[in-house]
């Protein structure tokens, strides 16, 4: 076991014995075996799907809004496929559900606020929207952070949001 593993296995707050998977950006996960995943977002999108029926689940972890159908890091095209391996799978669009995390502005004080994690959850709200996916959970926009961990066989998503950063001048 690598450092990085043992670290997720410590801060994991999702109880269980399946594996643990850390989503880097412009990556998607979906096994139909239990995972818990996790990963780290600021102005990035991820998009927890999970079925209610088959009780399997996914997430993507984008970078962009848009871009071709084989770049995983637009948050359009992740969303497709990681729904059309679901759909391969066995699940539904119709007992889909979506939890929807990030589009934050972590870099705010440093006088970087940028439209781009906006840009990321619009593109998401509309993908979904065409599915006719409902978005059941959200923690979106603001400044900072959050670490997201998802357990794709319950569904269950928590999180941890971070702090901005701030300047030397104005520290909290």
């Not at 159908?69 to 119709?94: F, K, P």
């Not at 603001?142 to 901005?164: A, C, H, L, M």
Request: net charge negative; hydrophobic share 40%.
């Amino acid at each position: 076991m690598d450092e990085v593993e043992r670290r997720l296995r410590r801060l994991m707050p999702l109880d269980g014995t399946a594996p643990i998977h850390r989503l880097k950006p412009g990556e998607i996960y979906f096994n139909p075996k239990p995972h818990r995943l996790a990963t780290l977002l600021g102005s990035c999108v991820a998009v927890c799907l999970w079925d209610e029926e088959r009780r399997m689940g996914g997430m993507t972890h984008s970078l962009v809004p848009s871009g071709e159908q084989s770049d995983l890091h637009a948050t359009d095209a992740s969303i497709h496929e990681l729904v059309r391996r679901m759909v391969r799978a066995g699940c539904r669009t119709s007992s889909m559900r979506a939890k929807l995390f990030g589009g934050f502005a972590p870099l705010k004080a440093l006088g970087m606020a940028g439209t781009i994690g906006a840009a990321n959850i619009e593109s998401a709200v509309s993908v979904l929207r065409d599915y006719d996916i409902s978005i059941v959970a959200q923690e979106i926009m603001g400044d900072g952070g959050i670490v997201i961990y998802q357990d794709t066989e319950s569904g269950e998503v928590t999180g941890r949001k971070i702090n901005p950063l701030q300047t030397a001048e104005d520290p909290d």
